[in-house]
């Protein structure tokens, strides 16, 4: 073989394995989720299968409170995927032209009374009215639906007026369980997805808030405009409602669509 031939094969192959190496570095640019933080546990369980599945698509997630997240999707934060723990804001979002998806409910959610200092198993929320309760936690009712949902059952409960001065809110609902933990409250009204943790568990156990004291924390995500055109987001939309994902959100308190 020639010399000059010998160069135009070695040139085309690197060309070509420059093309590949582009491609596999285009597919390696993680997808972003923007997920309400109550999914913490249950999406982390959910996004190792996922990872294992699907090694080729990474996938990097924040946490945080659901509406703040729709203002920043508004804003054009870039999301690919958005989860969020209540069903109002990606449709808001739909409706301003925002998804590239239908909203798909995911889940139901429910709140707990909720110590790290003592088993609330055996607390109500009239128990909140004890004086040793100095300082109760809920989240932003302002931005956080797990918060507004907490506000409700308490002015459903009559007690909103006698606690409000002992309230203290989180930025969210991860962070509002953050509250108890550290001290700064001595109960809260929290996710029962957070409070089904095992290693929160160990810790405790919750009261389950009747549900019929506010309105049913319906759920919902969407791919977001933003993330029309990544793959990544299809895929880990699909999965999301494989039954291993849907065990998962069982397995977490979580009541699903159509059961």
């Known amino acids: 073989m020639s010399h000059p031939f010998r160069r135009l094969l ?22 972003r989720i923007a997920a309400a933080s109550d999914l913490r546990f249950a999406l982390e369980e959910i996004l190792e299968i996922f990872a294992v599945d699907h090694p080729e698509h990474p996938v ?11 203002s920043q999707i508004e804003n054009g934060a870039p999301f690919d995927l958005y989860f969020s723990a209540d069903i109002a804001y990606p449709r808001a979002l739909e409706e301003a032209g925002q998804a590239a998806s239908e909203v798909i409910p995911y ?21 909140l009215s004890d004086e040793r309760f100095r300082r109760i936690a809920i989240a932003n009712p302002r931005h956080a639906p797990y918060g507004a949902r907490a506000r409700e059952a308490l002015i459903a409960s009559g007690l909103w007026e006698a606690l409000e001065p002992r309230l203290v809110f989180g930025e969210n609902i991860a962070h509002t369980m953050q509250l108890v933990q550290s001290g700064a409250a001595e109960v809260g009204i929290i996710a029962l997805a957070l409070a089904r943790n095992p290693a929160v568990l160990e ?35 699909e999965a999301m409602q494989s039954p291993e994902a849907r065990d998962i959100m069982r397995a977490y308190g979580f009541v699903l669509p159509g059961e």
Do not use: C, N
């Not at 690197?14 to 997808?31: D, K, N, V």
């Open 10 to 31: 070695a040139g085309m192959a690197a060309f070509a394995l420059s093309l590949a190496l582009t491609a596999a570095q285009a597919s390696e640019a993680p997808m």
């Open 60 to 70: 990097e997630v924040v946490y945080g409170s659901s509406g703040r997240f729709r």
């Open 107 to 127: 889940a139901e959610g429910r709140i707990v009374l909720w110590s790290d200092g003592m088993d609330a198993s055996e607390l109500t929320l009239e128990s």
């Open 203 to 237: 810790r405790g156990g919750y009261h389950l808030i009747d549900d019929a004291l506010h309105v049913p924390l319906e759920q919902g995500f969407i791919i977001t405009r933003h993330g029309g055109d990544h793959p990544t987001a299809k895929l880990f939309a």
